[in-house]
Nanobody, 123 residues
Framework: QVQLVESGGGLEQPGGSLRLSCAAS????????MRWYRQAPGNERELVAA???????DYTDSVKGRFTISRDNAANTVYLQMNSLKPEDTAVYYC?????????????????WGQGTQVTVSS
């Protein structure tokens, strides 16, 4: 089985910074794209940032210039550095990964989610 475990959430004042981490563990062949989503109360889950295995990144418009996604392939870990935080960034943040696993002699991609970590931006 594969587990994604997030850490780094908490309470921060507007304008502050937080760094989220998400580490993958278990039995797998490799990890392709990794992503951060967030979901605020009453809202749908939205994609915040994504990074390919090679390091190409994409961001939703509302976080461009403030958030940075990165990864350590050797540690199977993805990060989200969040700067200039705003109250509207308050949400539960989830990591998501496309994980390659062997099954019946073949190589398949499975999608996994972390359990989520709360980020609250408030004065």
């Amino acid at each position: 089985q594969v587990q994604l475990v997030e850490s780094g959430g908490g309470l921060e004042q507007p304008g502050g910074s937080l760094r989220l981490s998400c580490a993958a563990s278990g039995s797998f062949l490799g990890i392709n794209a990794m992503r951060w989503y967030r979901q605020a109360p009453g809202n749908e889950r939205e994609l915040v940032a994504a990074i390919t295995r090679g390091g190409s990144t994409d961001y939703t418009d509302s976080v461009k210039g403030r958030f940075t996604i990165s990864r350590d392939n050797a540690a199977n870990t993805v990060y989200l550095q969040m700067n200039s935080l705003k109250p509207e960034d308050t949400a539960v943040y989830y990591c998501n990964a496309d994980v390659e696993r062997r099954f019946l002699g073949g190589r398949y991609e499975y999608h996994y989610w972390g359990q989520g970590t709360q980020v609250t931006v408030s004065s």
